[in-house]
């Protein structure tokens, strides 16, 4: 039975361990890292909505559906073997060991993160960072990946590469953290990790059929799903980066305050360098910077002042946004430019927080002693942050790489799906489901469908819909067409 109490004048959570020491809880704190959770747990599927706009309506639901699958394998995983490897005390300085395997033993200690909270508060907390790691990875597949091997892409991808990352970076055994590296809420094991995956996931796929012509010179097919996925991650930040305090005190309330304003000065300037190009006001590159203002603030959010903030959002709106011109250059396709956003924006909020963290900033919450970053004159901090951003790159880009490759070679596992399933969409290739009643086909196989002029004043011309289990003839002509493998656009 475990031994727990409440402070009569308190409300505190009282609890004693074996050796009769008893440890106090205060209910404030844990009722905060417990909103947090489900704060962060809400950026899941935010990242799949975002994503699910960026892309042609045939492939939309799919994106929603692998951020979700993600929660459940990772949920299991974290359960499993996950938790300990990340955070077992008895590890060493690249991953845990199996202490808690099945999370047995893990309730009401203090926890590795604060002794503010109990182990099994900081265990669901961090459980929301290791899903929605791999979530903003596997959106690389996007278009063109199969959605059943990711069951066991996922589980390996998270053993493999994110429980080692944040090991060595949260865990008081690992090496970046006894170094002195920085990393407040995820910059290396959540950010750097996941973008560099996906730009491992975009080069082992290859490019889409069509790349490099008009066919995927489309826009958003849904720019509502985009502004409603940053909503959802935005808000969720608060938590993400807010809750990384596991308290309730100053140091979360400046968490809090640096993330909003990144955010803020991250999309007005994402969104005016792409008002030079076409003088237009673009929702989806305000939520682009955004976004990448959010990302780059992560690692800092605990440890710098307001006015860095602006610098960060700055930096990072500027900065990511000419990474996106990257994959033209190295000739990958990031569908989606998940490396610009979270690798470039995670390896920028890195070397950021080595020049301006602050060890008064990181006193806030009355206990944290860091010796800060330039500004507080500790100039090897840089090497610190160069250090972490570059281990955490390397490994994540080969350590997918290879299990890309393993995957490949097993009968059933291959990640990359066939021609014709692109051409028809994943959604209905490999769920025989879609996010809409009508699919443009017009739009995404470059044949049209008899149509009539707008009526009763709509936008929207009114469409024929086909029985179900039927094709038009001009897509089935389509994809008669373009069946043999290897044919190009």
């Known amino acids: 039975m475990v031994d727990v109490s409440y402070t009569h004048t308190s409300g505190d959570l009282n609890w004693v361990d074996e050796s009769g020491k008893?440890?106090?809880?205060?209910?404030?704190?844990?009722?905060?890292?417990?909103?947090?959770?489900?704060?962060?747990?809400?950026?899941?599927?935010?990242v799949g909505f975002f994503y699910s706009g960026l892309l042609r309506r045939k492939n939309a639901l799919s994106m929603i559906y692998v951020s979700l699958l993600s929660v459940a394998v990772v949920s299991f995983q974290w359960f499993f073997w996950g938790y300990s490897l990340a955070f077992s005390e008895s590890g060493g300085p690249y991953i845990g060991d199996l202490k808690y395997f099945g999370l047995k033993g893990v309730l009401a200690q203090p926890s590795m993160g604060s002794?503010?909270?109990?182990?099994?508060?900081?265990?669901?907390?961090?459980?929301?960072?290791?899903?929605?790691?791999?979530?903003?990875a596997i959106g690389a597949i996007a278009e063109r990946g199969r959605l059943g091997p990711l069951l066991v892409f996922i589980f390996a991808w998270s053993t493999l590469v994110y429980d080692p990352i944040a090991c060595w970076t949260w865990n008081s055994t690992g090496w970046s953290f006894i170094m002195g590296g920085l990393d407040f809420a995820g910059g290396t094991p959540v950010h750097i990790s996941s973008g560099t995956a996906a730009l491992a996931i975009s080069i082992y796929l290859g490019k889409r059929r069509g790349y490099g012509t008009e066919r995927l010179a489309y826009k958003p097919h849904n720019t509502t799903y985009v502004v409603l996925g940053t909503v959802f991650l935005w808000f969720g930040w608060f938590g993400f980066n807010g809750g990384s305090a596991l308290s309730a005190n100053l140091r979360a309330a400046q968490a809090c305050i640096v993330t909003n304003l990144a955010a803020s000065v991250g999309g007005l300037t994402w969104m005016l360098w792409d008002y030079r190009i076409e003088k237009k006001w673009s929702a989806v590159g305000f939520c682009s910077g955004a976004i990448a203002g959010l990302v780059a603030i992560t690692p800092g959010s605990g440890f710098v002042g307001a006015p860095a903030a602006v610098l960060f959002g700055a930096m990072a709106g500027t900065i990511c946004n000419f990474a996106t011109q990257l994959k033209f250059f190295a000739g990958y396709d990031d569908?989606?430019?998940?490396?610009?956003?979270?690798?470039?924006?995670?390896?920028?909020?890195?070397?950021?927080?080595?020049?301006?963290?602050?060890?008064?900033?990181?006193?806030?919450?009355?206990f944290t002693e860091i010796k800060g970053g330039w500004i507080d004159h500790h100039y090897v901090q840089l090497g610190y942050q160069i250090a972490?951003?570059?281990?955490?790159?390397?490994?994540s880009f080969a350590m997918t790489t290879i299990i890309l490759w393993i995957m490949h070679y097993i009968p059933g596992l291959r990640l990359r799906a066939s021609e014709d399933a692109e051409i028809l969409g994943i959604d209905d290739s490999e769920m025989g489901e879609f996010a809409y009643d009508y699919v443009g086909l017009e739009q995404e196989i470059g044949q049209s469908l008899d149509t009539l002029g707008a009526v009763g004043g709509s936008r929207e011309p009114e469409h024929h819909h086909h029985q179900h289990g039927t094709r038009s003839a001009s897509a089935s002509s389509e994809l008669g067409q373009e069946k043999p493998a290897g044919a190009t656009a």
């Open 335 to 366: 569908a989606l430019d998940i490396f610009a956003s979270h690798g470039v924006g995670g390896i920028i909020g890195n070397i950021l927080t080595a020049l301006f963290a602050q060890a008064s900033v990181a006193g806030f919450d009355g």
């Open 388 to 395: 972490d951003s570059v281990a955490g790159f390397s490994y």
């Open 115 to 136: 002794p503010r909270i109990p182990a099994i508060v900081f265990c669901v907390y961090q459980l929301m960072f290791a899903a929605i790691t791999p979530a903003i």
């Open 22 to 46: 008893t440890i106090v809880y205060n209910l404030g704190d844990i009722a905060w890292t417990l909103a947090s959770t489900a704060l962060v747990w809400l950026m899941i599927p935010g």
